[in-house]
């Protein structure tokens, strides 16, 4: 099985670094499995583009682009759940 490689916006980065410690460690577990599963039970694709998806992680959303020709996982935003689909 191939594995992807996990690569984070720096808009991503910005917004990880603003949550609660626990709710990092917790982020970056499941964002860690993406890697060998990108599309684990509970993702969503969201509605508007052929890539994106979304998983959950409590009350929290991680945004991210799977682009299997190149192997690839781009986490494009992690926000809490009211934020996370505003522009």
């Not at 910005?14 to 993406?34: F, G, H, S, T, Y």
């Not at 993702?43 to 508007?48: E, P, Q, S, V, Y």
Request: charged share 30%; net charge positive.
């Amino acid at each position: 099985m191939d594995f992807y490689q996990i690569e984070w916006k720096h808009s991503a980065q910005k917004e990880l670094r603003k949550l609660p410690a626990e709710m990092i460690q917790k982020i970056m577990e499941a964002v860690d499995a993406l890697s060998e599963n990108s599309f684990p039970p509970g993702c969503r694709k969201l509605a508007g583009s052929d890539q994106t998806w979304r998983i959950r992680i409590g009350n929290y959303r991680v945004i991210y682009n799977v682009f299997s020709a190149t192997l690839v996982i781009e986490i494009v935003r992690v926000a809490h759940r009211k934020d996370a689909y505003r522009n």
